[in-house]
C-alpha cells in the first residue's frame, strides 16, 4: 500500500512539473485533471468513501481543504482536483493542481508535502509518510 501511494504521490509530482514547465513559445495543450482522475479511480481500487471535494459548492469541503491542506484555496490555479476520505482513518486519498504559475507550483509541493497538523492521522503521517 505505501509503494502504491508513494507511486501515485510521484506521478502528481510528475504531472505537477509537467504542468508548469516552459514550452519554448510553443502552445501548450491543457491537461483534464479530471479525466485524469478518474482514469486512476478505474485503474487502481479506491474505496467508497473517496469522494472529491469541491470548496465552492461545499462548505464543507472547504473546510476539509484549508484544515488539510491549508494555504491551497488561496492560490490562483488553473485546475484542482482533490479526493479526500469521508473517515478519518483511510487508505490513500490523492489531489493534483494546475498552477499557472512556477511561484504557486513550488507553494503546491509545500503544502502537499507537509504533515497534517492536527486530527488522528497527523500521528500516523509523521511515523510512515514519504515525501517526493
Keep these: 500500500m ?7 504521490g510521484l506521478t502528481a509530482v510528475a504531472l505537477l ?9 510553443q502552445t501548450q495543450k491543457q491537461a483534464d485533471l479530471s479525466a485524469f482522475a478518474q ?9 467508497a468513501y473517496l469522494m472529491e ?3 465552492e459548492a461545499d462548505e464543507f469541503a472547504k473546510q476539509s481543504i ?3 491542506l491549508p494555504g491551497l ?4 490555479l488553473e485546475q484542482r482536483v482533490i479526493y479526500m476520505s469521508m473517515i478519518t482513518m483511510n487508505n490513500g486519498e490523492f489531489s ?3 498552477a499557472k504559475s512556477a511561484e504557486d507550483a513550488a507553494k503546491v509541493g509545500e503544502i502537499f508535502q507537509a504533515p497534517p497538523s492536527c486530527g ?7 511515523s510512515t509518510a514519504a515525501t517526493c
Excluded at 2 to 8: A, D, I, Q, R, T
Excluded at 73 to 76: A, E, P, Q, W
Aim: hydrophobic share 40%.
Design 2 to 8: 505505501k509503494k502504491f501511494v508513494l507511486s501515485l
Design 17 to 25: 512539473v509537467l504542468l508548469t514547465s516552459c514550452t519554448g513559445g
Design 39 to 47: 482514469t486512476i479511480q478505474e485503474k487502481y481500487e479506491f474505496a
Design 53 to 55: 471535494q469541491d470548496p
Design 66 to 68: 484549508e484544515q488539510y
Design 73 to 76: 484555496l488561496d492560490l490562483d
Design 96 to 98: 493534483m493542481v494546475q
Design 120 to 126: 488522528p492521522t497527523a500521528p500516523v503521517w509523521r
